[in-house]
């Protein structure tokens, strides 16, 4: 047995018995040797998977040459992300600041929100996760996390912090009047159990927050980067918000998040209203650049869009299966039963999968360049393990 939890370390992690010695693609070996299909992603992180040899090169060259020097600087690296961004993001969100994590992405997000309309509510949807900052862990749409926040000092945030229930995008428009800053939305909520709000309801939004003259915020840490079948949800579902945070998928791995605006917001931002002494530093630039040309490159949002159909087709027959949601690669199978031990059994198997807040919900994040065979090995290994 691997001791999972150092005893110098602070016991908030839950780990799998297995510690990751090498990964390339799907694939990660364990330091004993066994060989792991990776349909996690490392936390939807490995986009273009783990250790993509452009990425390698990348991330070496960099640290041969400078290691770290600050925002005090221009770099090459950092001006060809926000080349990147700014033609792979849909219009008008062309302007983006670096920081260091999802839950600083939303935290200046909400921050802009509330200086551009000189309001302090924010609505968010139930369900919805976005960071463990105190904001951000106040917008949640989960209770556990909103319960934290509580217990951490912020209930003058989640005073401020409306919940509109999912699935019910009729009762939004009221809830979105003059006195709200923001909508913070998952287009796809990843802990959620991978829940695709859907292009009709994100319209509606669109159309209250544009009404009311709210800033509408798009959470795409986790759906972002090309997962959902484009660069962004944003993208595949045809509505653009004012601000549009990503994260994981960024950087293949190393730490990057993104808070990409809309002219309107960024107008109201002044030299040193943000700032940060990590964020868009050489390497995590280095490394999201090649990363982003990858996604680019190789199409990986169509890939994305091809592996869906694949595994929906593969798994659709599956008894223990009552349905399949999410969109592109972040997809959750829900189950009539625990899903605790199935992923277990897979675990048994060689493949790592995500669970979610519902315990009956698999989430499937994995790498982009999945291959097709690898979809058929995961599709016959469900079989065998529900049958
Ligand atoms: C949708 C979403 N927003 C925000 C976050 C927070 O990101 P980080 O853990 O990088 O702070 C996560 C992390 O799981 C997420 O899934």
Known sequence: MLNTIHPAEVPVYGRLQLQPESGTGCTIVAADGRRFLDLYGGHAVAVSGHCHPRVV????????????????????????????????????????????????????????????????????????????????????GIHHYRDLAERSGGQSLLDLTVVAPWGRPEVLPALIDETIAAVIVEPVQGLAGARDIGAGTLKTIRRACDDAGAVLIFDEVQCGCGRTGAFTAAQRHGVTPDVLTLAKGIAAGLPMGAVLVSPRVAKHVAQGDLGTTFGGGPIPCASAAANLEVIRDEDLPGRARHLERRLRQGLADLPAVKEITGLGLLLGLVFDRPARPVQLALFERGILVGSANDPSIIRLLPPLVLTDDEVDTFVHTMHEVLS
């Open 57 to 140: 090169a990348a991330i070496r060259e960099q640290a041969e040459r400078l290691v770290f020097y600050s925002n005090a600087v221009p770099l090459e690296s950092r001006d060809r992300v926000f080349t990147l961004l700014a033609e792979m993001a849909p219009a008008p969100l062309d302007q983006a600041f670096l920081v260091n994590s999802g839950a600083e992405t939303n935290d200046v997000a909400l921050q802009l929100a509330r200086r551009v309309t000189s309001r302090r509510r924010v609505v968010t949807i139930e369900g919805g996760f976005h960071g463990r900052t105190l904001a951000t862990l106040a917008v949640s």
